[in-house]
C-alpha cells in the first residue's frame, strides 16, 4: 500500500498474500438449525426528542440560551450544525453565511464564515437578531459547548457543507477525542453525527466503523439498504414519513429521526407511524404529548442504542452450515491518501483503506509494517522524512483492535475464523505548525500481512 500526500505520480500498492500449507485438511459436516433473519418490527426504545439547534422556537438557534433552555425543557439530544472559521476552529452555526443570525461589524458580522477568523466572529452577537434580551450570546465554538455540558448531556452533531470545510470530520473527532467523547459515543450514543452528505457519513465511517451516523435527507425506501451498510439511522424531512416508510427502515434496523417537526398534530402522526425520535424546535410540545413514554437525557439514549443492538443480534443469527476448507487471505482496498499536507497547520492527519480477511485458522493477526531501512516508519519526500512517525490501527467488526501506534506491530486479531470481515485501516499523521515541509510527495511503500501461530 501507498500512501501518498500531495501528489499521484508514486501511487502504487501492494498486495500480499500470506498462504500456509495445512498439516492436514479439516473437513467438518456442520449440522445447524438454521435461523432465519428477523428483523425487529419496531424498534423498543421511547422516542427521542431531539432540540433541533436546541430550543430554538423561544430562543436564538444554537446559543448557550438555547441549549440550557433544551435541556431544561428535557431534550434527549441537543444539536449542532457546525461551520469552520477561516482559522480552522469548529463553530456551532446553521447557515454557511452570518448574515441572518449575526449582528455586528459588518466586516465582521457579515459574509460567509469560512472568510472570517474566529476572533472576529467573536466580536458578533449571536442572540440579537431573535430579541434584544440576548444580544450578549455569542457564537459558540464546539469546544465551548463540550467544554460547558460535558458528558452531562446528549449531542447529535451535524457536519455542514463538509465539502467546502478542509478536514470537518477529522477536526470533529479529533474534538471528540479530546473531551472524552469518543467512546461514550460508540458505546452509548452519546454522540449522534448527521449529516446530508453521503460522502461525510462514509468518511467518518472509514475512520471510524463504530461510531453512530445517522443519514439526512433522504425519505424514499430505495435508499434504506445504502443507508443502512454506514449508518444507524435517517433523518428525512418529516413530511414525507409515513408507517411504511418507518416498517422499511426497521426492518433494515435504521432508526428513522425526521426533522423538523413543530407542529403536535404531526408530531402525533409520526409517533403513530412508529418513529425512533424527532427534531423539533419545541422539545416541550413533543415531551408533552409522550407522557410516560419521555426518558429524558442520558437514558433515552442508552435505551435508543440498546435497543438498536438488539435489532442487529437478530440480523447476527445468519445461517450456517457446509464443510471447511482452508483459507488464509488478505485483500486490501484503494490506496489511502492524506490529501495535501498545509504548512504552518497543526493537525492530524487521517487517511484509510481497507483490509478484508478471511481466515480458517484458530487466530489470526494483521500486520502493516514498512520494509524500508531508512527512515523507517516516517513517510518521505526524497532526502525529507517527516517528523513524526506513521501511527496505524485498524478497526472491523468482528476483530480485536487497539489505539493508533507505531508501524509493525499487530493491529487487528481475530480469536477464531473469520470469513470477508472488512477492517477499516487508518493511518494518521501528525504535522506540527512549525514542521518545515518539501514540496513534492511524502510517501512510503507499507507490507500487510496476515500470520497465525495455530493453523
Ligand atoms: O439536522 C436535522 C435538521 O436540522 C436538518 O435541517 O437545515 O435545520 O440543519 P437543518
Ligand atoms: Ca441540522
Request: hydrophobic residues 40%; aromatic residues 6%; proline residues 5%.
Amino acid at each position: 500500500m501507498s500512501l501518498i500526500a500531495g501528489g499521484q505520480a508514486r501511487r502504487r500498492q501492494i498486495l500480499l498474500w500470506n498462504d500456509w500449507s495445512l498439516m492436514k485438511k479439516t473437513l467438518l459436516a456442520l449440522s445447524l438449525a438454521l435461523i432465519a433473519a428477523a428483523p425487529a418490527a419496531a424498534q423498543a426504545a421511547e422516542p427521542l426528542a431531539i432540540g433541533h439547534r436546541g430550543a430554538s422556537g423561544t430562543r436564538p438557534e444554537h446559543t448557550f440560551a438555547s441549549y440550557d433552555r433544551a435541556i431544561e425543557l428535557g431534550a434527549d439530544y441537543i444539536e449542532q450544525d457546525l461551520q469552520l472559521t477561516k482559522d480552522g476552529v469548529l463553530v456551532v452555526m446553521h447557515d454557511t453565511t452570518l448574515n441572518r443570525t449575526a449582528r455586528g461589524a459588518a466586516e465582521n458580522c457579515t459574509g460567509a464564515v469560512d472568510s472570517k477568523t474566529l476572533a472576529q466572529i467573536k466580536t458578533c452577537s449571536a442572540g440579537s437578531w431573535f430579541d434584544p434580551a440576548y444580544a450578549d450570546e455569542k457564537i459558540p465554538t464546539l469546544e465551548e459547548v463540550f467544554q460547558r455540558y460535558g458528558k452531562s448531556v446528549n449531542y447529535y452533531i451535524e457536519t455542514k457543507a463538509p465539502e467546502q470545510a478542509d478536514h470537518m470530520e477529522e477536526r470533529l473527532l479529533a474534538m471528540l477525542d479530546q473531551y472524552g467523547l469518543r467512546e461514550p459515543a460508540v458505546s452509548e450514543w452519546q454522540v449522534l453525527i448527521q449529516s446530508f452528505s453521503a460522502d461525510s457519513l462514509k468518511k467518518i465511517h472509514a475512520i471510524d466503523p463504530r461510531l453512530p451516523l445517522i443519514q439526512l435527507g433522504d425519505s424514499t425506501d430505495a435508499h434504506l439498504p445504502a443507508i443502512a451498510q454506514y449508518a444507524v439511522g435517517s433523518g428525512p424531512a418529516y413530511g414525507g414519513v409515513d408507517a411504511a416508510y418507518v416498517s422499511a427502515a426497521h426492518a433494515l434496523c435504521v432508526d428513522v429521526h425526521p426533522y423538523t417537526v413543530n407542529d403536535t398534530a404531526a408530531m402525533q402522526r409520526l409517533l403513530d407511524a412508529g418513529v425512533d425520535g424527532m427534531f423539533t424546535n419545541y422539545v416541550d410540545r413533543l415531551n408533552g404529548l409522550l407522557g410516560d413514554r419521555n426518558a429524558p437525557g442520558r437514558q433515552g439514549a442508552l435505551d435508543a442504542k440498546a435497543a438498536h443492538d438488539a435489532c442487529m443480534a437478530r440480523f447476527a443469527q445468519g445461517p450456517i452450515g457446509g464443510t471447511v476448507g482452508s483459507q488464509l487471505s488478505l485483500t486490501l482496498g484503494a490506496p489511502a491518501s492524506f490529501g495535501a499536507f498545509t504548512p504552518g497547520l497543526a493537525l492530524d492527519y487521517v487517511a484509510t483503506t481497507t483490509a478484508t480477511t478471511t481466515s480458517t485458522a484458530a487466530d489470526t493477526a494483521l500486520t502493516v509494517s514498512d520494509p524500508s531501512a531508512t527512515a523507517t516508519g516516517h513517510l518521505v519526500n526524497g532526502a525529507f522524512a517527516l517528523a513524526q512517525p506513521l501511527q496505524v490501527r485498524a478497526q472491523s467488526a468482528r476483530g480485536t483492535s487497539g489505539a493508533y501506534g507505531p508501524l509493525g506491530a499487530p493491529i487487528l486479531t481475530y480469536a477464531g475464523p473469520v470469513s470477508g470481515d472488512v477492517a477499516t485501516v487508518s493511518f494518521r499523521q501528525p504535522i506540527a505548525a512549525d514542521e518545515g515541509l518539501r514540496s513534492g510527495s511524502y510517501d512510503k511503500q507499507l507490507t500487510f500481512s496476515l500470520s497465525t501461530t495455530t493453523p
